[in-house]
């Protein structure tokens, strides 16, 4: 058997230089890799250029799905509420304000000044005190930082979710996902001249475009965000067309090959990105070449379809983060609860610990169920 060729730079793959690449992108909850597809000089310039320009495009929503991930966490992301304020969503779900607060303002005459501070973490507090402290001597820092607790409280608004997909570094990382999975399904790079012509050279076309016309997913679960890669070669039709589908939003066809000459060859590949789990589905991808085509020119977008994607999936998000939320506060309530009820560590209960338990663990826990009560009252 002949050695396969990097499908980006034409190099011998050989057992040194081979890589494992993702098939969807890990910071996007990929897992699947495949080998023989790209060196591994490429897969580090692929993976730094395109697949960062796609996961940070989709990081809104890899936030939102709180997506679960072979390695690392998606970062955190600074947006807007409705109410005008800025806070950081992290990938915990949990939310922090932009930048701590200082105010300072004189009690009237003589009385001295109130200082105000909020802060983002403990450490933080404690370098603004000292900053205090060198403003004014008298101040009992220990006293201060006795008195500084941690209080966490829900944002009652909602946030803006902004995101917008598209370009052509991110497009190169989609078109890379489906030719790995021709790859992996027996088809090799060089018969889809399409796609690697993509992506080895600036100037080609791109052989991709947007598709909501119809669902392609034969068998959809419901409510689920998926991510699915699929591709088909037909000898009859000489093409391979391939499907990428993120979030169960972001829609994508592609012509991986226009004159393809072999055998019949599909491959799908799909995940549920909440939690990892393989899903088995049935792609339709008898498209025809000008379907493909009018896809390439933003024809196969019929109005409102993009929102109608989002709207079958956005409940799993709103289910996500409550859960998300929900075990955080939960864990952090118990953990509150045994440190404070009076047992040392690896010592019995006694009746006296356990009564303090309910009512410690309640004091956690109260602003998380005051805002879930707010939330469901609220008017639609
Ligand atoms: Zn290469």
Not at 301 to 328: H, L, M, Q, T, Y
Not at 345 to 367: F, T
Request: net charge negative.
């Amino acid at each position: 058997m002949i050695s396969p060729k990097c499908a980006l730079c034409d190099v011998e793959i050989t057992q040194e230089n081979d890589s494992k690449e993702h098939v969807i992108p890990n910071a996007i909850g990929g897992r699947k890799k495949v080998k023989g597809f790209i060196c591994g000089g490429c897969n580090n310039a692929a993976g730094d250029d395109w697949e960062s320009e796609l996961a940070s495009q989709l990081n809104p929503l890899s936030l939102f799905f709180g997506i679960s991930r072979e390695r690392g966490e998606p970062p955190s992301q600074l947006f807007e509420t409705t109410g005008g304020d800025k806070v950081t969503l992290k990938a915990d779900g949990s939310m922090g304000i932009e930048k701590p607060l200082y105010s300072e303002s004189p009690l009237g005459s003589g009385a001295g000044v109130k200082i105000q501070i909020r802060a983002r973490s403990m450490p933080e507090a404690k370098r603004m005190l000292q900053g205090v402290k060198r403003k004014y001597p008298k101040v009992d820092l220990d006293e201060l930082l006795d008195n500084a607790k941690p209080e966490s409280s829900y944002c009652p608004d909602m946030l803006h979710f902004n995101f917008s997909f598209g370009g052509h570094e991110a497009g190169r990382s989609i078109v890379k996902s489906a030719l790995a999975l021709a790859v992996f399904s027996g088809i090799s790079a060089e018969k889809c001249i399409e796609a690697t012509n993509y992506l080895r050279n600036d100037e080609a076309e791109a052989c991709f475009g947007y598709f909501y016309e119809k669902d392609l997913v034969k068998n959809r679960p419901k409510g689920v965000p998926l991510h699915c890669v699929s591709i088909k070669g037909c000898s009859k039709t000489k093409q391979v067309i391939g499907y990428v589908e993120y979030f169960g939003v972001q829609r994508v066809v592609l012509c991986l090959a226009g004159s393809y000459e072999g055998k019949d060859v599909s491959g799908t590949y799909a995940i549920n990105p909440i939690t990892g789990e393989e899903l088995d589905l049935l792609v339709d991808l008898n498209l025809s070449s000008s379907e493909i085509r009018e896809a390439y020119d933003y024809k196969k977008i019929p109005n409102g379809s993009v929102e109608a994607a989002f709207g079958e999936v956005i409940s799993a998000g709103v289910k996500a983060s409550f859960e998300k939320e929900k075990d955080r506060v939960l864990n952090e309530a118990v953990k509150h609860a045994f440190e404070n009820c009076g047992a040392k560590e690896g010592e019995m209960l006694m009746p006296e610990h356990v009564d303090k338990l309910a009512g410690l663990v309640m004091e956690k826990l109260e602003s998380f169920i005051l805002h879930q009560f707010t939330q469901s009252r609220k008017p639609r």
